[in-house]
């Protein structure tokens, strides 16, 4: 296979075209006729597989040329493969433990083998579901902490993170799908636009308001223009699996260079969708439900905050803030530290409230709002998501705190704004 031309893969030929991988045989056995083959892509743009052997189990992940969603109308590199496995390697070794572990790579074929995570679950389907997860907030928060802080000139060599710039700014195919369907498309009348019938007086306000957009193409700029760090992309309920108790990120292709806030504000859009949805999927100990989805926003944030001032005092040892500024004359960093973080947090802020408006009126939207099938339910829901994200990009340099956040979401899960 390592020399063959690119062919997508399908459970009936996979055996046949991997047989000679040793890292695979190793893994699950030599006998392909004792292999198990099945396809559980569910995504918008990759084929995944899951392969078990009388050794073991292992994902097969293979890119196509095309949005898979879409199909061949809109073509796609195969190329991100590449930058997915590139991007997986450097998360293993800034944040242990929270990705799957690769064991082979094939950049002809865009084939990435890894680990098979079970019994863990995608995140979105256990927040449908009501199903809680111990330490998630401590995980996210970490992660997000320790790839932003290690993926950046305030921990790397300065070769290394200009190296990698060059590197991630090849991933041009898909960061642009962010660029089009997050920060431009909502806003018009794009063509692949959609949303829930019943929601146009509250996309009116939002494609009125030039205060707002200016706000946005702002925030879309500091996204096409800081490069501070390596992040995910695309960190969203659908990209993290866990158990009750452990999580793992999983689906890195969307790397790129961006904003410190960039993965933290599309995690916390996603939690806050879960939170608005929450009335539809559950009657029972719905408040209960929706205070513990919000404490894990706030308690993110605290965790991210935690660790990345922890890292700041221990492996500050790039370019910015050196400690010959600061530290070696006896003076404090506390300052810049606290700067840097209210920085980081108005800007997550932004790049939320974006998210927010993205998921309910651009391409790819959130299963949480989708399985409402009845629209006359999950548009008023959709609604309370789509103001406060419009607050949130607005005013976010005056909600300072993760409990001003809370209490926002709170009055907006009880407006009526159909």
Request: hydrophobic letters at 40%; proline letters at 4%; charged letters at 25%.
């Amino acid at each position: 296979m390592i020399n063959d031309k690119y062919e997508p893969l399908t459970i009936k030929n996979l055996p046949q075209r991997l047989k000679t991988i040793p890292e695979l045989t190793a893994l699950v056995g030599i006998d392909i006729n004792s292999w198990k083959v099945e396809e559980i892509g569910d995504g918008n743009l990759n084929l995944v597989f899951i392969v078990k052997g009388p050794a073991g189990s292992v994902i097969v992940k293979q890119a196509l040329p095309y949005v898979r969603l879409v199909g061949d109308s809109w073509p796609l590199p195969l190329y991100r493969a590449y930058f997915e496995y590139n991007a997986l390697t450097r998360q293993a070794s800034r944040a242990k433990d929270t990705v799957p572990k690769v064991f082979y790579f094939n950049n002809d074929q865009a084939l990435i083998i890894m680990e098979y995570l079970t019994p863990h679950k995608i995140l979105r389907e256990k927040l449908i579901l009501g199903e809680k997860v111990e330490n998630l907030a401590n995980t996210l928060g970490s992660f997000c902490a320790n790839t932003a802080f290690r993926g950046s000139d305030l921990s790397l060599d300065t070769t290394e993170v200009k190296s990698d710039r060059a590197l991630f700014s090849g991933n041009v195919a898909i960061p642009a799908i962010t660029e089009g369907l997050v920060f431009c498309d909502p806003y018009f009348e794009a063509e692949m636009n959609s949303h829930t019938s019943g929601l146009a007086p509250i996309v009116e306000i939002l494609r009125s308001d030039i205060e707002m957009k200016s706000r946005v193409q702002h925030l879309f700029r500091l996204y096409s223009s800081q490069q501070d760090t390596m992040c995910h992309g695309d960190l969203h309920s659908g990209s993290i699996m866990c158990t009750s108790s452990e999580s793992k990120v999983i689906d890195p292709e969307f790397v790129t260079y961006a904003p410190f806030g960039f993965d933290l504000g599309m995690l916390f859009a996603n939690f806050f969708m879960a939170f608005f949805s929450q009335p539809e999927h559950r009657k029972e100990d719905l408040a209960t439900y929706q205070n513990w989805i919000l404490g894990v926003v706030s308690d993110t944030w605290l965790s991210f905050e935690k660790q990345f001032s922890q890292l700041w005092n221990k492996e500050r040892t790039g370019m910015l803030y050196p400690k010959t500024m600061f530290e070696n004359q006896g003076h404090s960093s506390e300052k810049a530290l606290q700067g840097l973080l209210n920085d980081i947090w108005k800007n997550t802020l932004g790049f939320c409230g974006i998210e927010m408006h993205r998921r309910c009126l651009s391409l790819a939207h959130n299963a949480d709002f989708e399985r409402i099938e009845d629209t006359k339910l999950r548009a008023p829901l959709e609604a309370r998501n789509l103001m406060m994200g419009r607050e949130l990009i607005l005013k976010s340099e005056k909600i300072t705190s993760s409990a001003n956040l809370l209490k926002l979401a709170e009055k907006f899960n009880r407006g009526n704004f159909l």
